[in-house]
């Protein structure tokens, strides 16, 4: 199995700055993709920043020139640095991998346990 480790959410004042982390353990052959999504109560879930499997980045248009992704391959673990945060960036913020897992049977999407970023304006 695969497990994701969030961390780094919290409250900030609109305008501040937090960063998420995501530590991905166990079975993982390999990482096909990494990002974070965002969701509020009776929305979708959105895609905030994202690497692709050809290690392209993606980025929702309301935060691009705000928000980073990066990611650390050696630890298996994505970050997003979000600076100049708004109001409207309040959510839950998941992380997402999709792994080959040690078992090489495939193709396996994991979700982590959600952070909460509240912003106040």
């Known amino acids: 199995q695969v497990q994701l480790v969030e961390s780094g959410g919290g409250l900030v004042q609109a305008g501040g700055s937090l960063r998420l982390s995501c530590a991905a353990s166990g079975s993982i052959f390999s990482i096909n993709a990494m990002g974070w999504y965002r969701q509020n109560p009776g929305k979708p879930r959105e895609l905030v920043a994202g690497?692709?499997?050809?290690?392209?980045?993606n980025y929702a248009d309301s935060v691009k020139g705000r928000f980073t992704i990066s990611r650390d391959n050696a630890k298996n673990t994505v970050y997003l640095q979000m600076n100049s945060l708004k109001p409207e960036d309040t959510a839950v913020y998941y992380c997402?991998?999709?792994?080959?897992?040690?078992?090489?049977?495939?193709?396996?999407?994991?979700w982590g346990q959600g952070t909460q970023v509240t912003v106040s304006s």
């Open positions: 997402n991998v999709v792994v080959v897992r040690t078992s090489r049977t495939g193709l396996y999407e994991y």
């Open positions: 690497f692709t499997s050809g290690g392209y980045t």
